[in-house]
């Protein structure tokens, strides 16, 4: 890869702690990572990833001329599932009655008045919940019924690991299935075209709350030694302050223990930041419009790290 390619990508990084400074036209930034000082993150920028890129292809094409030996490359799976077109149009579903009564009454509710406060949630976003749209609503929770199941779509958001946010119109990300195929053939790629030792996550934002060695996640299929316990992880890991991490839902290492695993996946979401925003609505009130408004072309506009490339110091 020439240096003028290079040159089309900016990173963020902390792989040099103590300065700033050039490289080709980019900058490379330091960040503090607090507890997790072992660790150092490389977010390269990448265009926004649209159904039917070659995701191996791109990925390669990003970080070549970065990687060294035993760096983990972080990939986000929403990034992945979108270019591998795993996309629900909500607009042209039709929700059933059970669906309906979620958003109705159990988002609005049950969420609003009594699990949105008893988990902490921010007096916005019990708000929001409390105005939980009911049309567009019953239809994603008839979209996480069919592909989640009932108890994930007792969930106020990420049922199953399904995601709206970052995505344009009516659409929702329904998460990968195979994770774990997908990320050998990424680190098989990578490795052959670069002849480095690495290994690959994929990694979900939803999150892994952590007390010493026990992991509980709301997210099925995670990496094992995370345990999915639906809803309830959600809300016992906040109302008892929990330690809240990114979710690893595919790692190609065998050597790392869950906890060392959730380390990478937290320091990598740090990096990477949230693109247009953390949830629909936010990305709704940056833009102006309506959360069935946003565009490919709004998100186009936004800065996206979709990999990032994780290192021991």
Not at 20 to 27: A, K, N, P
Not at 141 to 154: C, D, E, R, S
Not at 173 to 185: D, F, N, R, S, T
Not at 252 to 264: F, G, K, M, V
Request: charged share 25%; with cysteine.
């Amino acid at each position: 890869m020439d240096r003028s390619f290079l040159g089309q990508h900016a990173y963020k990084s902390n792989f040099h702690p103590l300065f700033s400074f050039q490289m080709g036209s980019t900058r490379i930034r330091p960040y503090d990572y607090g507890t997790l000082r072992p660790l150092r993150a490389l977010a390269v920028k990448s265009r926004y990833w649209k159904p039917g890129i070659d995701i191996a292809d791109m990925i390669s094409g990003l970080v070549l001329d970065l990687i060294r030996d035993r760096d983990v490359i972080v990939i986000s799976e929403k990034a992945i599932a979108v270019a591998l077109g795993r996309l629900c149009d909500e607009s042209k579903i039709i929700p059933g009655c059970s669906a309906r009564f979620l958003a109705r009454f159990w988002m609005r509710k049950v969420w609003g008045y009594f699990l949105g406060p008893l988990s902490r949630m921010s007096r916005i976003n019990i708000e929001r919940l409390r105005n939980y749209p009911i049309c567009e609503g019953a239809s994603h929770k008839q979209a996480a019924i069919v592909y989640a199941g009932v108890t994930q779509a007792l969930r106020h958001g990420s049922e199953g690991g399904m995601d709206v946010s970052n995505l344009p119109y009516s659409y929702v990300c329904i998460p990968l299935v195979g994770a774990v195929e997908v990320a050998k053939y990424i680190k098989e790629t990578i490795a052959k075209r670069s002849g480095k030792d690495i290994e690959v996550m994929i990694v979900d934002s939803d999150k892994t709350y952590s007390f010493r060695n026990l992991h509980i996640t709301p997210r099925p299929n995670s990496v094992p030694g995370i345990h999915c316990v639906g809803v309830f992880a959600f809300i016992i890991g906040r109302l008892l302050k929990l330690r809240p991490r990114s979710t690893p839902i595919a790692f190609t290492s065998s050597r790392h223990r869950p906890d060392e695993a959730l380390q990478i996946a937290a320091v990598s979401n740090r990096a990477r930041g949230d693109g247009a925003g953390k949830t629909i609505w936010d990305i709704a009130e940056r833009f102006g419009v309506k959360v069935t408004d946003v565009s490919w072309e709004m998100l186009e506009n936004i800065a996206h790290y979709p990999v990032v490339i994780v290192r021991r110091r």
